[in-house]
């Protein structure tokens, strides 16, 4: 991207807004013509920019035209004064749907990268919190927005703005900042300590609940708005977002529920799951290593599980038909065996089994001999091929290999990918009922290419009573505790409680409900797993 005048893009969007007496965001004026103009007349704004401008602006062009025309332009005023309720309840149903969406693990490695350089250039604010799709877990976010707690947010804000202006940020309202990234802005909002409350459910969202909440208060005589709930014209001293929540009678809605219709309802009558919690996990089943396409070595993976407080860890590489780099040949097998016999000495505190990811074959096997499986703790079942295929044909292949007596896990049983495939397309319940009735786990897969089974499938999957697992199938050590979070954030959408997710179980949950199958008994699941 060629910007004949680097140094200041956003000063040349100032100064193009000024000549077009579009100059200050809390001009009167220019808010009724915003409020007034609809995006294609801002999108004409925007083509008079400078060449330069225009460049910089490509790729979030359209997003940043709605965020002008919403998000920015609550940002750039001061809401309670100069805006009426009207259009605050306007700007907060238009719709979003048609904004650009951001891959989850894009949006944090995005997030996490704007941070670093936000507060190198102004200094860290008291606390970040992530907001917005992201905070929600949502695998494909139409936001990537961060919230930073300071005393002075707009002395922050003018900080961070002026020393990144030479590079990245492309819009800076008094409190919040937009840096351009591809396809959607990284904004970053700055509210005070006592705004954050009220902020934290403001941009984490989604507007639906937001706009619900207000009513909610509203109902009560109560005012909510991004800075402060107001009895009367007093603001309503509150500690924490939790407090807010029970101010206005209700339970506290857990982030990844809020983008559900009828939660505050739910929530009045403190009739919310207790949802399963990081905390939960005792193990991690699906993470692979150097023999297969993994980066880092068996023990690499094995302290990297046992710093997150897990008990238990399974090695599951490839199996010879991936079309991974690497696979585990009959060699590699014997070879993995030994090391992870060593590794077991050096880390006593961590139970480590030795399991594989092992493909599913055109006609429902397994591309490895039983008598080779026979030798893993535990053993997972992959599709991995493309789409398009008859979905007949796969629930087909998933049945014969659920039957088989070897097989524990079936893993990302959608094989979808946010923002580039949207997976099989098969009748999911009969094979959640087939997991049930053969003893088999199905997985959530926090991996960010797969994010899988997402929350309406992992709902019905439970309602079914097909036994949960969440997996990290991490590749690299440094970010086992990531997708772990990413994985246990979809079940948390799916509303799952931590009864009803495997590997919240002790390790001898976990050798038994392999050896059931195996033995063909019954397994005698624990209250809450699979119903
Ligand atoms: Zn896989
Ligand atoms: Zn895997």
């Known amino acids: 991207m060629v910007d004949p005048h680097p140094r200041t893009p956003w000063s040349l969007v100032r100064r193009s807004l000024e000549s077009q007496g579009l100059a200050h965001g809390r001009d009167a004026e220019l808010l009724e013509r915003l409020r007034r103009s609809d995006h294609d007349e801002i999108g004409q704004v925007y083509r008079r920019l400078p060449a330069g401008a225009r460049a910089l602006l490509r790729h979030g062009q359209h997003a940043l035209r709605h965020r002008l025309a919403d998000e920015d332009l ?39 990268q704007a941070r670093k350089e936000i507060a190198a250039a102004a200094g860290a604010p008291t606390a970040w919190h992530l907001v917005g799709g992201l905070r929600r877990t949502d695998p494909l976010s139409p936001d990537v927005a961060l919230l930073a707690v300071t005393e002075e947010p707009e002395a922050w804000t003018r900080r961070a703005a002026d020393a990144l202006a030479h590079e990245v940020v492309v819009v800076a309202g008094t409190r919040a900042l937009a840096i351009a990234a591809d396809p959607e802005p990284i904004v970053v909002h700055a509210v005070t300590p006592s705004a954050s409350p009220t902020s934290l459910v403001w941009y984490t969202g989604p507007r639906a609940h937001v706009r619900a909440m207000r009513t909610h208060a509203s109902a009560l005589g109560l005012t909510l708005t991004r800075d402060a709930l107001f009895d ?28 559900r219709p009828d ?16 905390g939960d996990i005792q193990g991690d089943l699906h993470l692979h290593t150097v023999y297969s ?39 590699r097998i014997a070879e993995q065996a030994d090391e992870i016999a060593e590794v077991r000495t050096l880390v006593p505190e961590i139970t480590i089994l030795h399991g594989v990811e092992c493909d599913i074959t055109e006609d429902g096997g397994l591309d490895l001999p039983d008598h080779v499986l026979e030798r893993f703790d535990i053993v997972l079942a992959s599709m991995h091929e493309g789409h398009g295929h008859d979905p ?95 994985g246990v954030g979809l079940a948390r959408r799916a509303g799952l409680t931590r009864q009803q997710v495997l590997n919240t179980r002790d390790l001898d949950t976990i050798r038994d409900f392999v050896a059931s199958k195996r033995a063909g008994r019954a397994w005698s699941a624990p209250p809450g797993v699979g119903r």
């Open 74 to 112: 609550l940002l750039e005023i001061d809401l309670e004064r100069h805006l009426s309720e009207g259009l605050v309840d306007e700007v907060l149903s238009s719709d979003v749907s048609d904004l650009a969406a951001v891959p989850l693990g894009r949006a944090w490695m995005q997030a996490r």
């Open 232 to 259: 009367r014209q007093a603001p309503v001293r509150l500690a924490d977002e939790a407090e807010l929540y029970d101010r206005l009678g209700l339970a506290f809605i857990p982030v990844e529920l809020r983008d």
């Open 263 to 278: 939660v505050i309802a739910r929530a009045a009558r403190g009739d919310l799951p207790s949802l399963v919690d990081v």
């Open 293 to 331: 396409d993994g980066r880092d070595s068996v023990a690499g993976m094995v302290h990297a599980a046992r710093a997150l407080g897990y008990r238990y860890v399974a090695i599951t590489d490839h199996s010879p038909s991936a079309r991974a780099a690497r696979v585990l040949t009959l060699d």
């Open 392 to 486: 007949d044909r796969l629930l087909e292949r998933y049945q014969r290999v659920l039957r088989h007596p070897l097989v524990n896990v079936i893993t990302h049983p959608a094989n979808r990918s946010p923002g580039r495939q949207p997976g099989y397309d098969l009748a999911f319940d009969r094979l959640f009922e087939e997991a049930a009735r053969t003893g088999t786990a199905v997985e959530i897969d926090g991996a960010p290419g797969h994010l899988d089974l997402d929350a309406p499938l992992a709902e019905r999957a439970a309602a079914i009573g097909a036994p949960i697992l969440i997996d990290s199938d991490c590749h690299m050590a440094d970010r086992l505790g990531r997708q772990m979070r990413f």
